[in-house]
Structures are given as structure tokens and as C-alpha cells.
């Protein structure tokens, strides 16, 4: 595993391989450590007694033989012993002249020792000395033959036995193999003892938050974790399930919202600085709907009735309104204020001419509803519609205690008085010069007249849909 | 594959429009500086399908001095312009001059692929 795949690894890698890394090495050092200590004191101990056996026999050999004269015994004395001691693997006896004068290798014989050694203990008379050569484990001890040691006697020369420790060595290897089983078995039940721990106490709620995330994503907003920990992990399922009430009710609000506000107001009213006041000036276009003769129509009609066929006419509108990419305003008694480039423009012209199609669409879907009215000996519904493009101020307009997402300004207002030009001239569907100048090329358009609207200096000249 | 050009200064809208424009489908090229225009496409005669263009540049270009002269430069491009300003006797002056679509900042990111769409559809209409 690379150290880019192990950062791209689950939480469960992340945390197992640092721990399993971190117990192997730990493992590994107290199980040298072990080692080298038994190792040591095994060697210890050996020296001890083989330095003891070697003082022992060179106090034998001091008191029963002369050395110069009895090399025949000696060689005899010194193959007995070596019989009775069988991890002795060679018995020398050395002249002050570094001479091997007996020896249990009669190869040896006559031959002068290279041990270094040999000459600080002749000239110091030391008591017997230790030590092993790897890798076998050979330990040889070398003890100068005096009646006592030290420097004011000169030894009549040295005894250099070496023992044989390889059955030490075969113990030490054991010992290291069963440690190291016994090691490995401790680790694999610690790691898996803690692989258990970690899955119950943080990788299983993780993984359940993780999963419960993901459907809130998807807009599950009923799911719950119900956590009952009190440790940092289940504080934290709880505040997800804290989240999720947050969000369902958030949901509601915006759901009960889009019943009254297009879904693009009530997404920009759900999240933006809700007690923000004010507005931007933008360019759009704005659709002015008004039912004529609607005052002298709900007369004759029960209440209900007239909220009924409001409702289906305003369904109609709001209907070709969103299909078209506007939005509804708001509803003004039997009038409808719709607008093309709020919040978000899908340009200029588009807006404009997206508003003109909106406004035909309700002119055949009204026929097909009026036929409809006609078949079951209702009132047939008349309406006219203006539009007009220019600048306006979009923004939540309000008290911070009751706020809309509206538009003002006097496109808003012209466009209600081009509607009203409807009934002189005639049609359903007036727009200004203002919005003709944006779309003339793409929709073709009459001229209808040229009038002078209140509030305006100037002549406002009057198309229709050809 | 049409040939679409952004030239604006704002990163923001360069980000906005990597994310949603598949460069497998559109020939794509993003520009900061006016002097693009005035040099590589004079030159090499090159034109685009769409090309996305802000008022204002920090180097001092201004729409109105190009679309006075783009007919040498792009006389078969559709302007679409981006405006960090909502004016609307200037927009007016814009679609006279020549400009195809006014986009008023910020737009809806679907307004820019609406857009492309509908290129696409008059160029298939045309053909067939």
C-alpha cells in the first residue's frame, strides 16, 4: 500500500495499520530485549562455571604434577578430564614460553598459542578469565597454574579449556521461537481485541452517520439516528438528527412557501440574509393581468363561486407564467402581476419575448376555458394583459416582521396602465414600445396606436402580437 | 462543434462557465484581455458561433467603440453581452448596434446553456 492509497483508505485502514505498525514494533523491541538479557545471563552463568571447573583443575594440576617433567601425565590427565566433561571440546596446557605442552588435540602439540592474552596473564598471575566467540557459542576460559594469583608469583603456566555451548545456543533459539509464537498470538488477539473495540465504539456509528448523510442528501428528511451515547460520537449523531428536524422544517416552510411564491423567490427568500431589506435595480419585464367587468361578474356569483373561478384562472396563468420562465409577482384582487428576469435573467430579450409567449399562451388556454364556461351556461371571462420591459427594483420589500420578494417602480406601473389600453383599442394583449424594441426582430408585432399614459411626458406607442 | 468565446475579467464567471460547459460538445476559449480580439482574430481571421462578452475590461475596452466595428472582426458572431449594470436606454443602444442578448449579472447559469441551446437549434433549422 502506497502512502497516497493509505490517505485514500477507509477510517478502519487509517486506524489499524498506525496501531498494528506501532505493537509489531513495540513487540519486536521487548522481545530483543528479552533476548539479549536471558542470552547474556545464560552466558554469564556458563562462564562462571566453566571459570570455577578451570580453577578447580588447575589447582589439581599444580598439586599432582611437575609440569616440565610430566608432559606424558598431563597429556593422560588432561583426556580423562575432557571424558568426564563432555561439552569440553579442548583441553591446552601452555608453557610461560607460550608452548602447548599437553593437549587434548595432539595435533595442538609443541605448538605455540597466538593468544595474545597469554602474556598479560603470565606477567599478571590473574585469576581465571572468560570469553565466547560467535557464532557458535565457543566459551574459553584460560587460568594461569600458581599456588595463589597475583603479580609477585609467576605462574608455571596456563590452562586454556574450551566448552562447548552449543546446547545453550539450541535453548536461546527455542526460547526466541516460542517467544516470538507467543508474541504473535498476543498481538493478533490485542488487534483484533482492539478492531472489535474501535468498530463498536467509532467506525459502526460513523459508518451509520455516513450512510444516514447520504440519504439526506438525497432529501430523506425523515430519517432519524435516535442516538442515546453521551460521548463525543453520539453528541455528534445527535446533532445530526438536530440537523435533520432543521432541515425538514426548513423543507415545509419552502414547500408551504411554493404555494404562494414561484419556486425560484422562495428559493432565493430561504437562502439569503432573511432580514435583509432592500432591493436591486434590474432590467425585466413585467405582465400585467386584469379581469374586466370582474366587480359586476362576482355580483351575480356566490362567494364561492368567485373564489373558485379565480382559482382556475389564476392556475392558468401561473401555469403558462412558470412555463414560460417568469414568475407570479403576486395577486392583486382579480389582477395577476407577473415578471420575466426575476430573480435571474435568461437575458434581455429572452425575458421579453418569454413574457409575450406567456401572454399568448393564456389568451388560447382562457378560449379553451371559456368554451369550457360556455358548454355549462357560465359567464364567459374577459381580460387584457400589458407588458412592458425597463428598470425596476427587485428585493424583499416589508417590515422585518412581514416581508415579500417583490418588484417596484414604474415599468411595474406602466405595465398596469398599458393593460388598462386594452379596452379602448380592443385586444387582449397590449406591450410597450419599450419591450417591442427588444423583441421586434424575433416576434412580429402591430402597431397599435401611440398614446400618452398618465404619469409619462412622453407619447407611449402601443403594439400587439400580429 | 460551435465555437464559443468568454472575454470577461471576473474569474467567478470563467469558473461558472468551466463547470457547466462540456468541452467535448463546444470549442471553448477563455479570454481576459481586449487585445485578444484587436490581434489574434484580426490576424488569423477567426471568428466564433457565441462569444460571451463583459461591458468593461480593466484594460480600458468598452462594448459600444467594439460593437461599432464588429462587423470587421465578427461579422457572423452572436454577441451575447454581460452586464454588471442594469441600464436600459444603453441596452437598447446595444441590441440597435448589434448585440443578440443582454445577460444581466448575476444570471442563472441554465440562462448561458439556454442560450447555447438555442444557437444550436437555429444552426440545425438553417440546415435542414
Known amino acids: 500500500m502506497t502512502l497516497t492509497e493509505f490517505f485514500k ?63 606424558r601425565l598431563l597429556q593422560s590427565f588432561l583426556s580423562g578430564i575432557k571424558k568426564k566433561f563432555p561439552n569440553m571440546l579442548q583441553i591446552d596446557l601452555i608453557s610461560v614460553d607460550k608452548i602447548i605442552i599437553a593437549s587434548t588435540d595432539e595435533d595442538s602439540l609443541d605448538s605455540k598459542t597466538k593468544d595474545v592474552i597469554i602474556s598479560d596473564l603470565i606477567a599478571t598471575n590473574k585469576a581465571a578469565v572468560a570469553w565466547t566467540e560467535e557464532p557458535y557459542y565457543v566459551l574459553t576460559t584460560m587460568t594461569p597454574i600458581s599456588p595463589k594469583k597475583g603479580q609477585d608469583i609467576v605462574p608455571l603456566g596456563l590452562l586454556k579449556i ?261 379596452k379602448k383599442y380592443y385586444t387582449t394583449i397590449l406591450l410597450s414600445g419599450d419591450t417591442h424594441s427588444l423583441i421586434h426582430k424575433e416576434l412580429p408585432m402591430k402597431r397599435v396606436d401611440a398614446v400618452k399614459l398618465t404619469g409619462r411626458e412622453k407619447e407611449t406607442v402601443l403594439f400587439t402580437p400580429a | 462543434m460551435i465555437k464559443v468565446l468568454l472575454l470577461d475579467n471576473d474569474e467567478m464567471i470563467h469558473s461558472y462557465f468551466e463547470k457547466i460547459i462540456d468541452k467535448t460538445e463546444i470549442d471553448f476559449h477563455q479570454e481576459r484581455k481586449s487585445e485578444y480580439l484587436e490581434k489574434k482574430y484580426l490576424e488569423e481571421s477567426a471568428t466564433f458561433d457565441l462569444a460571451f462578452m463583459n461591458l468593461f475590461l480593466d484594460d480600458g475596452f468598452y462594448i459600444v467603440d467594439f460593437l461599432e466595428k464588429k462587423n470587421e472582426i465578427f461579422s457572423s458572431s452572436k454577441l451575447i453581452l454581460l452586464s454588471p449594470m442594469a441600464d436600459f436606454e444603453l441596452f437598447q443602444n446595444l441590441l440597435q448596434l448589434g448585440a443578440y442578448e443582454i445577460l444581466q449579472k448575476p444570471f442563472a447559469l441554465n440562462s448561458v446553456l439556454h442560450l447555447i441551446s438555442e444557437y444550436k437549434k437555429s444552426i440545425q433549422k438553417g440546415l435542414s
Open chain 1, 9 to 71: 483508505s477507509n477510517i478502519k485502514i487509517k486506524i489499524m495499520v498506525p496501531l498494528v505498525l506501532v505493537l509489531i514494533f513495540s513487540t519486536s523491541i521487548t522481545l530483543y530485549i528479552n533476548y539479549t538479557k536471558i542470552k547474556e545471563t545464560s552466558l554469564e552463568s556458563e562462564a562462571q562455571n566453566g571459570t570455577g571447573l578451570s580453577e578447580m583443575i588447575s589447582t589439581n594440576i599444580y598439586r599432582q604434577f611437575d609440569i616440565e617433567k610430566d608432559a
Open chain 1, 162 to 422: 574450551k566448552f562447548d555451548l552449543k546446547n545453550l545456543n539450541v535453548l536461546l533459539n527455542d526460547l526466541l521461537f516460542s517467544n516470538t509464537i507467543l508474541y504473535l498470538l498476543t498481538l493478533a488477539t490485542l488487534s483484533a481485541f482492539i478492531l472489535v473495540i474501535l468498530n463498536k465504539i467509532i467506525i459502526n456509528p460513523i459508518s451509520s452517520y455516513k450512510k444516514v448523510l447520504g440519504e439526506i442528501s438525497k432529501g430523506d428528511y425523515s430519517i432519524r439516528l435516535d442516538e442515546k451515547r453521551t460521548d463525543e460520537i453520539g453528541l455528534i449523531g445527535q446533532s445530526i438528527d438536530e440537523m435533520v428536524m432543521g432541515l425538514a422544517e426548513k423543507e415545509k416552510l419552502k414547500s408551504t412557501f411554493n404555494k404562494f411564491v414561484s419556486k425560484e423567490v422562495a428559493d432565493l427568500m430561504m437562502n439569503t440574509d432573511s432580514d435583509r431589506l432592500g432591493g436591486d435595480k434590474r432590467i425585466a419585464t413585467v405582465m400585467f393581468l386584469d379581469i374586466r367587468g370582474f366587480t359586476t361578474l362576482s355580483e351575480k356569483l356566490s362567494g364561492e363561486s368567485v373564489v373558485r373561478m379565480l382559482n382556475e384562472i389564476f392556475s392558468i396563468v401561473s401555469n403558462e407564467v412558470t412555463a414560460n420562465g417568469g414568475i407570479i409577482d403576486k395577486y392583486i384582487g382579480d389582477a395577476v402581476l407577473s415578471v420575466f428576469g426575476i430573480p435571474f435573467s435568461q437575458g434581455l430579450k429572452t425575458d421579453a419575448m418569454n413574457a409575450v409567449k406567456a401572454a399568448n399562451a393564456i389568451k388560447l388556454s382562457m378560449f379553451d376555458y371559456n368554451k369550457k364556461r360556455e358548454a355549462k351556461n357560465q359567464p364567459i371571462i374577459k381580460f387584457g394583459i400589458g407588458i412592458n420591459s425597463g428598470e425596476l427594483i427587485a428585493g424583499k420589500i416589508g417590515s422585518i416582521e412581514r416581508m415579500e420578494y417583490t418588484v417596484i417602480g414604474d415599468t411595474v406601473n406602466m405595465a398596469a396602465r398599458i393593460e388598462k389600453e386594452n
